[in-house]
């Protein structure tokens, strides 16, 4: 098979009005003919600078090094007129990316927005495009497809949402598709779906994919070649089993073994670093602490959201119907399920953010749910939260050390202020930062680093619960791993009680001492980790435990 | 060590004024506004344009550096002062036995008519008052009703706004409702019945004095855009996490509406802070020529603009280039200002 696309010594800039940072340091790979190109690294290793350099999408403080080439039948994409460019661009190289909500127009029919393609490109009429579209609907398995034209956007699931988008990608059968981490925005399940349409729909129409991810363990099943790519440098390339099998680099070795395994629970994840500086792994055995008397009990939890359809209708909709759980000092109960399960809301009853419906939630056998706010107050620093996007859950307007003084002002803990941004410091020693990060801001942080502060603030007022939402979701997963080493360090330093939530059942299984899988609000399945994975009872965990990234496709 | 031995983070005012010097536009506009006030509270204070209501030149008064530009409307004037005697009409005059008791007592007194300058420095108006110094002392009305407006507006405008957006539900329904009977009645209807009310109603001793009247009239019915920028905003951040972690860890509502959201919404606030402004200075222009804006003993841009109308049609035109331009300058200077304001208060942008 020969190259389809070639990039060559590609070298990339970002040139503001006083300095220029060089982000893509002479990059090369071939996409080869009816095949699938990986290109892995976390985020700011240059992946996406790199494959939408190739489109000419890059933003206009941009600058291409002219000795780079990106050679695509016989052209250079770098300096081809831009009318050729804007043919070639949905025609011959198509691309989906990450946010499906964002990246379709949300005023215009997805019908429409699928036709427009076809009828820029192939000057079909809006009859016959919409023909087409409805042909194309079918192709990436969205059901009704007639129906389902004349739908607008927010009518869709994500996972249809990121349907359309395909469809509208492969609408003029391309014959390279650029996929941006399409699937980061979905659930675990729909992911997969996604990953399977895509492998399908190459091999049908005989396209070259260059897919774009984070996580290697995912395009393990659907890559033939990968690229690995690490601040601006490819660190190792070469076809999908050797890199799978016999790693060369010692950063490829660390993206394969920072997902949590699923057969085992060692103390601590490796993480990148062990492997950079070729430390001695600890494959020690997880201890857990007994189970004791419960710190948090929940029971029959339920939430009903009203909502208004008229002037004086409403209707209810069961955001969660019945939860009990109850977890001790030092332990953890995990819940899981994909999103609209539920799962966020009852951390929120708990944390008294939501107000519950029914059921009740004791601390240490005081029921919470029935305090007044200033009855609360006192219970809020015994019982404390840690948000899923670190990018959202800090104010961006306050330093670092404001942000971790503020809970303690609060809650009357230190005796000046002095001591209290002394108290912050330690705090930023425990959770791995340093302490010049008091008077910096959120934006300057990266995403670990971010939900590290979020740690230090909940455990600013030192409180013996700690619910973690999705703490690692957002992040890579190369990054996971040092945040989930740093919870379960200061679970067992500090002897935390953990209500860990995820969509990630690996997670959940690698953190939890029990698991309850949610599914539209019901709890369908508990126990421990172990008997969940061993014997699956209930069709729904084993469709979350089948979409879990396990590297190789089989067969290979 | 020395970042260790500092304890507080820097202080918020020291960076703001650190970084407003760092870009360059914002430093000259701070300086022309700073330029602006002072000659405010000089003005203010009596020590500039003093005598911008004394005749101190000839009507029309010709602009110092157009000297040589025939008047004809002083020389109209002059030419119709009474010369030569009055006929004696002493026979059949009745008051002709007092002319001799008058004419003494007039003696007593002595009226001094000062000495009429052909030119002033940027010209003179009808009456022959000095146009600089109108300028000046129009600033410092026009600029102290646009502001005090302004602020006053955008308070009430931002606490309504935040208290409608964060607390939602009948909170919001009330304050719709308010915000819907304010913006259906004609504003220049409301101007009217506001000013009337004002001027002649149950409270015109209190503002008799003059400019608050003004000020008050525009607050009023000026804060309602506001109102519905902030409320906005609002709404988007009550629910961000940033704000839910800050109810987590035990801050009251005030202080996740006032401390936590406030200032991630304030940009907003101080981009339409400026456009109030502007908006505000140019409504008073219009009050002052309707007759409702400030006193007819005060001077301001828009009592200028509104004398400017019909000198211009005889070619006068150095008042309204007068108060153009120091309204031009102030409301150009005052914009870029409150925009570099909101960058130096954007931490991401440092």
């Given at each position: 098979?020969?190259?389809?696309?070639?990039?060559?010594?590609?070298?990339?800039?970002?040139?503001?009005?006083?300095?220029?940072?060089?982000?893509?340091?002479?990059?090369?790979?071939?996409?080869?003919?009816?095949?699938?190109?990986?290109?892995?690294?976390?985020s700011?290793?240059?992946?996406?600078?790199?494959?939408?350099?190739?489109?000419?999408?890059?933003?206009?403080?941009?600058?291409?090094?002219?000795?780079?080439?990106?050679?695509?039948?016989?052209?250079?994409?770098?300096?081809?007129?831009?009318?050729?460019?804007?043919?070639?661009?949905?025609?011959?190289?198509?691309?989906?990316?990450?946010?499906?909500?964002?990246?379709?127009?949300?005023?215009?029919?997805?019908?429409?927005?699928?036709?427009?393609?076809?009828?820029?490109?192939?000057?079909?009429?809006?009859?016959?495009?919409?023909?087409?579209?409805a042909?194309?609907?079918?192709?990436?398995?969205?059901?009704?497809?007639?129906?389902?034209?004349?739908?607008?956007?927010?009518?869709?699931?994500?996972?249809?949402?990121?349907r359309?988008?395909i469809?509208?990608?492969?609408?003029?059968?391309?014959?390279?598709?650029?996929?941006?981490?399409?699937?980061?925005?979905?659930?675990?399940?729909?992911?997969?779906?996604?990953?399977?349409?895509?492998?399908?729909?190459?091999?049908?129409?005989?396209?070259?994919?260059?897919?774009?991810?984070?996580?290697?363990?995912?395009?393990?099943?659907?890559?033939?070649?990968v690229?690995?790519?690490?601040?601006?440098?490819?660190?190792?390339?070469g076809?999908?089993?050797?890199?799978?099998?016999?790693?060369?680099?010692?950063y490829?070795?660390?993206?394969?073994?920072?997902?949590p395994?699923?057969?085992?629970?060692?103390?601590?994840?490796?993480?990148?670093?062990?492997?950079?500086?070729?430390a001695?792994?600890?494959?020690a055995?997880?201890?857990?602490?007994?189970?004791?008397?419960?710190?948090?009990?929940?029971?029959?939890?339920?939430?009903?959201?009203?909502?208004?359809?008229?002037?004086?209708?409403?209707?209810?909709?069961?955001?969660?119907?019945?939860?009990?759980?109850?977890?001790?000092?030092?332990?953890?109960?995990?819940?899981?399920?994909?999103?609209?399960?539920?799962k966020?809301?009852?951390?929120?009853?708990?944390?008294?953010?939501?107000?519950?419906?029914?059921?009740?939630?004791?601390?240490?056998?005081?029921?919470?749910l029935?305090?007044?706010?200033?009855?609360?107050?006192?219970?809020?620093?015994?019982?404390?939260?840690?948000?899923?996007?670190?990018?959202?859950?800090?104010?961006?307007?306050?330093?670092?050390?404001?942000t971790?003084?503020?809970?303690?002002?609060?809650?009357?803990?230190?005796?000046?202020?002095?001591?209290?941004?002394?108290?912050?410091?330690?705090l930023?020693?425990?959770?791995?930062?340093?302490?010049?990060?008091m008077?910096?801001?959120?934006?300057?942080?990266?995403?670990?680093?971010?939900?590290?502060?979020?740690?230090?603030?909940?455990?600013?007022?030192?409180?013996?619960?700690?619910?973690?939402?999705?703490?690692?979701?957002?992040?890579d997963?190369?990054?996971?791993?040092?945040?989930?080493?740093?919870?379960?360090?200061?679970?067992?330093?500090?002897?935390?009680?953990?209500?860990?939530?995820?969509?990630?059942?690996?997670?959940?299984?690698?953190?939890?001492?029990?698991?309850?899988?949610?599914r539209a609000?019901?709890v369908?399945?508990?126990?421990?980790?172990?008997?969940?994975?061993?014997?699956?009872?209930?069709?729904?965990?084993?469709?979350?435990?089948?979409?879990?990234?396990?590297?190789?496709?089989?067969?290979? | 060590?020395?970042?260790?031995?500092?304890l507080?983070?820097?202080?918020?005012?020291?960076a703001?004024?650190?970084?407003?010097?760092?870009?360059?536009?914002g430093?000259?506009?701070?300086?022309?506004?700073?330029?602006?006030?002072?000659?405010?509270?000089?003005a203010?204070?009596?020590?500039?344009?003093?005598?911008?209501?004394?005749?101190?030149?000839?009507?029309?008064?010709?602009?110092?550096?157009?000297?040589?530009r025939?008047?004809?409307?002083?020389?109209?004037?002059?030419?119709?002062?009474?010369?030569?005697?009055?006929?004696?009409?002493?026979?059949?005059?009745?008051?002709?036995?007092k002319?001799?008791?008058?004419?003494?007592?007039t003696?007593?007194?002595?009226?001094v008519?000062?000495?009429?300058?052909?030119?002033?420095?940027?010209g003179?108006?009808?009456?022959?008052?000095?146009?600089?110094?109108?300028?000046?002392?129009?600033?410092q009305?026009?600029?102290?009703?646009?502001?005090a407006?302004?602020?006053?507006?955008?308070?009430?405008?931002?606490?309504?706004?935040a208290?409608?957006?964060?607390?939602?539900?009948?909170?919001?329904?009330?304050?719709?409702?308010?915000?819907?009977?304010?913006?259906?009645?004609?504003s220049?209807?409301?101007?009217?019945?506001?000013?009337?009310?004002?001027?002649?109603?149950?409270?015109?001793?209190?503002?008799?004095?003059?400019?608050?009247?003004?000020?008050?009239?525009?607050?009023?019915?000026?804060?309602?855009?506001?109102?519905?920028?902030?409320?906005?905003?609002?709404?988007?951040?009550?629910?961000?996490?940033?704000?839910?972690?800050?109810?987590?860890?035990?801050?009251?509502?005030?202080?996740?509406?006032?401390?936590?959201?406030?200032?991630?919404?304030?940009?907003?606030?101080l981009?339409?802070?400026?456009?109030?402004?502007?908006?505000?200075?140019?409504?008073?222009?219009?009050?002052?020529?309707?007759?409702?804006?400030?006193?007819?003993?005060?001077?301001?841009?828009?009592?200028?603009?509104?004398?400017?109308?019909?000198?211009?049609?005889?070619?006068?035109?150095?008042?309204?280039a007068a108060?153009?331009?120091?309204?031009?300058?102030?409301?150009?200077?005052?914009?870029?200002?409150?925009?570099?304001?909101?960058?130096?208060?954007?931490?991401?942008?440092?």
């Amino acid at each position: 098979m020969s190259a389809l696309l070639s990039v060559r010594d590609l070298t990339v800039s970002f040139v503001t009005r006083r300095t220029s940072l060089e982000v893509v340091h002479g990059v090369s790979f071939e996409v080869r003919e009816n095949a699938t190109l990986a290109l892995v690294g976390e985020s700011g290793s240059g992946k996406t600078v790199s494959a939408m350099s190739i489109l000419r999408l890059l933003p206009e403080n941009a600058v291409v090094d002219p000795a780079s080439r990106v050679d695509y039948a016989g052209e250079n994409l770098l300096t081809v007129s831009s009318a050729r460019m804007r043919a070639l661009r949905g025609r011959e190289i198509s691309a989906v990316f990450q946010e499906p909500m964002s990246s379709l127009n949300p005023v215009l029919t997805v019908g429409e927005q699928v036709a427009e393609v076809l009828r820029l490109h192939r000057r079909l009429s809006v009859r016959n495009a919409l023909e087409r579209a409805a042909e194309l609907f079918d192709e990436v398995g969205i059901p009704e497809p007639r129906a389902r034209l004349r739908a607008y956007p927010h009518e869709l699931s994500g996972g249809q949402q990121q349907r359309v988008m395909i469809a509208m990608a492969i609408a003029n059968e391309p014959k390279l598709l650029i996929a941006d981490e399409p699937t980061t925005a979905l659930d675990v399940t729909v992911q997969r779906q996604v990953l399977e349409l895509i492998a399908r729909l190459r091999s049908r129409h005989r396209m070259s994919v260059l897919f774009i991810s984070h996580d290697l363990g995912l395009v393990g099943e659907l890559a033939d070649d990968v690229v690995v790519m690490r601040d601006g440098v490819v660190r190792e390339s070469g076809p999908v089993e050797r890199i799978f099998r016999a790693p060369q680099d010692a950063y490829t070795r660390a993206l394969l073994a920072c997902r949590p395994p699923l057969d085992s629970r060692p103390r601590r994840l490796p993480v990148i670093d062990d492997f950079m500086r070729s430390a001695h792994l600890n494959t020690a055995p997880l201890e857990r602490p007994a189970p004791g008397a419960p710190v948090v009990e929940a029971k029959h939890l339920r939430k009903e959201f009203r909502l208004r359809t008229g002037l004086f209708r409403a209707k209810s909709l069961v955001a969660v119907s019945d939860v009990s759980f109850d977890v001790a000092r030092g332990r953890t109960v995990g819940l899981v399920g994909e999103s609209g399960s539920g799962k966020t809301t009852v951390a929120m009853m708990v944390m008294r953010l939501v107000e519950a419906s029914g059921g009740e939630a004791r601390l240490e056998g005081t029921e919470l749910l029935g305090l007044t706010a200033a009855q609360m107050l006192a219970f809020r620093r015994r019982i404390q939260i840690v948000f899923q996007n670190p990018y959202a859950s800090l104010n961006p307007r306050r330093s670092i050390g404001r942000t971790l003084a503020e809970p303690m002002r609060i809650h009357g803990l230190g005796a000046s202020e002095a001591e209290r941004y002394e108290r912050a410091r330690t705090l930023l020693d425990r959770v791995g930062l340093p302490r010049e990060a008091m008077e910096r801001y959120p934006h300057e942080f990266s995403g670990g680093q971010r939900q590290r502060i979020a740690i230090a603030r909940a455990l600013a007022v030192e409180p013996e619960v700690l619910i973690c939402d999705e703490p690692v979701s957002a992040l890579d997963v190369s990054v996971q791993a040092t945040v989930l080493n740093l919870l379960l360090d200061l679970q067992e330093s500090l002897g935390l009680a953990y209500v860990f939530i995820s969509h990630d059942l690996a997670v959940v299984k690698y953190m939890a001492d029990e698991v309850l899988v949610m599914r539209a609000g019901e709890v369908v399945e508990r126990g421990t980790p172990e008997a969940i994975f061993r014997a699956p009872q209930h069709e729904y965990t084993r469709n979350l435990l089948a979409a879990i990234p396990r590297g190789l496709r089989s067969g290979n | 060590m020395a970042a260790i031995l500092d304890l507080t983070p820097e202080n918020a005012w020291s960076a703001l004024w650190r970084r407003l010097r760092e870009d360059r536009a914002g430093a000259v506009s701070l300086g022309i506004v700073a330029a602006y006030l002072f000659m405010i509270l000089f003005a203010a204070a009596g020590i500039l344009a003093r005598g911008w209501s004394q005749e101190v030149g000839v009507p029309y008064a010709n602009p110092g550096f157009l000297g040589e530009r025939p008047n004809l409307e002083a020389a109209l004037r002059k030419k119709t002062e009474r010369k030569g005697v009055a006929p004696d009409l002493s026979k059949v005059d009745p008051l002709a036995p007092k002319y001799s008791e008058w004419e003494r007592r007039t003696q007593a007194l002595r009226t001094v008519e000062p000495e009429r300058a052909m030119t002033l420095p940027w010209g003179g108006d009808r009456w022959g008052h000095d146009v600089l110094a109108k300028a000046i002392k129009g600033s410092q009305v026009s600029i102290a009703v646009g502001v005090a407006a302004a602020l006053c507006a955008s308070v009430i405008g931002t606490l309504l706004g935040a208290f409608a957006g964060f607390y939602g539900r009948w909170v919001n329904d009330v304050l719709e409702w308010l915000y819907n009977v304010f913006t259906s009645i004609p504003s220049i209807l409301l101007i009217f019945s506001l000013a009337a009310v004002l001027r002649s109603g149950p409270f015109a001793n209190w503002f008799a004095s003059g400019i608050w009247t003004v000020v008050i009239i525009l607050a009023v019915t000026g804060w309602t855009g506001m109102y519905r920028l902030v409320r906005a905003e609002y709404m988007k951040h009550r629910s961000r996490e940033y704000v839910l972690a800050a109810q987590a860890i035990g801050a009251s509502a005030t202080s996740r509406m006032f401390v936590h959201i406030l200032p991630n919404v304030s940009h907003v606030i101080l981009v339409q802070l400026s456009l109030l402004v502007v908006a505000f200075i140019k409504v008073e222009v219009i009050l002052s020529f309707l007759g409702l804006g400030v006193p007819v003993d005060m001077v301001s841009w828009g009592t200028m603009l509104s004398e400017a109308q019909t000198e211009l049609v005889i070619g006068k035109w150095w008042q309204l280039a007068a108060a153009t331009v120091f309204m031009a300058i102030f409301l150009t200077a005052f914009s870029m200002l409150t925009d570099s304001l909101r960058d130096a208060l954007d931490p991401k942008l440092r």
